[in-house]
């Protein structure tokens, strides 16, 4: 079926396609839509029997989220490990937009979760490795603080062999032994160059059959991207690399999702194998991909004293029987692709899924303060969302978002109250992928044409479109988009403001208002092309969506009160235009 959708003059057509399961063995990705990269998946058998992901999280906080599921497809926020400050407080001073927590790597063992992760401020490259545990992975507060020590690269993984002793692989790759209680490590070795030998990161370890199997992603995590495997009865070596190498890869096809690699293999409580991966759904123009990389999912057959089979990452999928599909899962936190329909209620909290681009300032959010319930209460920051290129400070954003999880979305929050004081004082709404490349729409108070009679300008709330991009980082967009600016209504003044972020198509953001009292009649602002928030410098990352205030470098410190937070997915693209689910706008 097709549907024709109009929105500021540009028509988009799109082709949609219901996918029904079969014999509940088939299922489309990703599975963990949106940012979700560098997926780490397990299942957990004992006390738990529930699958759990965690995904990178670099300078977002709360960090290091963790998922979890019973049925492969329904995933629920159970927690982030990284939940406190002084957990790390080294992300404060992260001037890099890719630096921070990369590679999540999540392990269960002897009744303890385990999650190693690697902190890199990218530039100097001097790169730290942490290890938290909880025996509660449902609540932050119960992840440990981390067990630092030094890492000689990126992508840390644990594996315990049959005598009891740990060892720690990563990037290189290297192996070394290290003690879980006080982070004494052995001699550091390369065990295994890989098959191309260009960038071998992402090690993972499996025993099986009287073999240990080493996996690892190779090629870079863009269009190279592919995963390799090696073999040996010992585990320091020599590994046999696998004739059928690579092993998965959508490298050199014209698969929408590319970029496919960073897999992770575990079994369910059947015994079928599965495995996790990341990818990007580009296509090989590797273009327009403004959600970045995502979590997929891919059956495996791995027969005994043989090499795995891995079958080839697409949107629809089939293969062993999923477990019976249930949303009866441990944990307070949303499942991934519900809507946010969010109404700060007295006595609610931040809900569990919002992100904060470092630590924000203090006490910059409140929930239903006093006086003005079922509001969000913002006190602005200094600094506006765009930095310099290269960032040279760290300025604390008043800047609270979450990740958008659907290719078409629709965004709304209203601002309910905001008297500002001094000029460019402002609240609103972004598309933000990272300081140097977002997409903002606010209120702001702006000089008028009038005059006061000290022969002052007058001041009065406008709305402003504008993009920021920042040129020569080798981003996806090399044109401008016009800063638009238009005089508030008068008639908006007496009920709160609507302001919209949504994606209409694959390839465009649309940002727009309207007056809480006839929503319908949205005032179009701008149309960004959303390759503005595809590489450059968020090229690990991906889009979030939320809500800032700033008064953009000067003094101001009037308060807004934001409420009726909406975010509801409209489509998923899984191949070029084939959306699933569908709902109309």
């Known amino acids: 079926m097709y549907f024709l959708q109009a929105f500021s003059g540009i028509a988009v057509i799109l082709s949609v396609v219901v996918l029904a399961t079969n014999q509940n ?94 902190y890199t401020p990218q530039s100097p490259f001097v790169v730290t490795g942490f290890i938290f545990t909880t025996t509660d992975p449902y609540d932050d507060s119960a992840w440990s603080d981390p067990l630092v020590f030094p890492l000689i690269d990126i992508d840390p993984n644990l594996f315990w062999d049959d005598d009891g002793t740990t060892y720690l692989q990563f990037s290189g790759i290297h192996q070394q032994t290290i003690d879980l209680k006080t982070a004494a490590l052995g001699p550091a070795t ?54 059928g190498n690579p092993i998965l890869t959508n ?32 296509g090989p123009a590797f273009e327009n991909y403004p959600m970045g990389r995502e979590t997929v999912l891919f059956p495996v057959t791995w027969n005994e004293g043989e090499w795995p089979v891995l079958q080839p990452v697409r949107g629809q999928m089939s293969g062993w029987s999923l477990p019976p599909q249930t949303r009866a899962i441990s944990g307070s936190g949303p499942f991934v692709e519900d809507p946010d329909i969010i109404d700060f209620s007295p006595g609610s909290t931040i809900p569990p899924h919002f992100l904060y681009w470092r630590f924000p300032p203090k006490d910059a959010f409140a929930v239903s303060t006093d006086g003005h319930p079922n509001t969000l209460r913002l006190r602005p920051s200094k600094s506006n969302l765009t930095s310099s290129a290269p960032l040279t400070t760290t300025p604390e954003l008043s800047l609270i978002m979450r990740v958008q999880t659907d290719t078409l979305f629709s965004f709304s929050i209203d601002v309910v109250e905001f008297k500002p004081k001094l000029q ?3 609240v609103g709404v972004t598309a933000f992928l990272t300081q140097t490349q977002h997409l903002d729409l606010g209120i702001v108070l702006l000089p008028t044409s009038d005059l006061d009679p000290d022969g002052q300008a007058k001041l009065a709330l406008h709305l402003r479109f504008r993009v920021t991009n920042v040129p020569d980082l080798t981003g996806n967009f090399n044109g401008t988009v016009p800063t638009v600016i238009k005089a508030l209504p008068e008639k908006w003044l007496n009920a709160p403001i609507r302001l919209h972020v949504d994606a209409f198509n694959e390839t465009h953001y649309a940002l727009s208002a309207a007056s809480s009292n006839e929503p319908w009649e949205l005032k179009p602002m701008g149309v960004a092309p959303a390759t503005i928030l595809s590489g450059g410098d968020g090229r690990f990352t991906g889009t979030l969506v939320g809500v800032y205030a700033t008064s953009n470098g000067g003094s101001g410190l009037t308060e807004s009160y934001v409420g009726r937070w909406r975010y509801q997915g409209k489509g998923q693209d899984i191949n070029y235009g084939k959306f699933v689910p569908y709902s109309p706008f």
């Open 190 to 243: 390369i065990i295994w160059t890989g098959f191309t030998e260009f960038i071998p990161e992402g090690p993972r370890m499996y025993k099986k059959d009287g073999y240990y199997y080493l996996m690892i992603a190779e090629g870079g995590t863009e269009l190279g991207h592919h995963e390799a495997i090696a073999r040996s009865k010992n585990i320091s070596g020599p590994y046999e690399g696998y004739s």
């Open 424 to 426: 460019e004082e402002e």
């Open 25 to 118: 063995s088939t299922y489309t990705n990703p599975i963990l839509p949106g940012w979700h990269s560098d997926p780490s998946c397990i299942f957990v058998a004992a006390e738990h029997n529930s699958f759990f992901c965690a995904t990178s999280s670099f300078l977002t906080f709360p960090g290091m989220p963790i998922y979890n599921s019973k049925d492969l497809l329904n995933w629920r926020l159970a927690s982030h490990v990284f939940s406190r400050p002084s957990q790390v407080p080294q992300i404060a001073n992260t001037t890099v937009q890719n630096g921070g927590l990369w590679a999540t790597t999540l392990r269960y063992h002897d009744g303890l979760f385990y999650a190693i992760v690697s």
């Open 251 to 282: 490298t050199n096809t014209s698969e929408y999702f590319q970029t496919v690699g960073h897999a992770e293999l575990f079994q369910d409580a059947s015994g079928n194998w599965w495995g996790s991966a990341l990818a990007t759904r580009s």
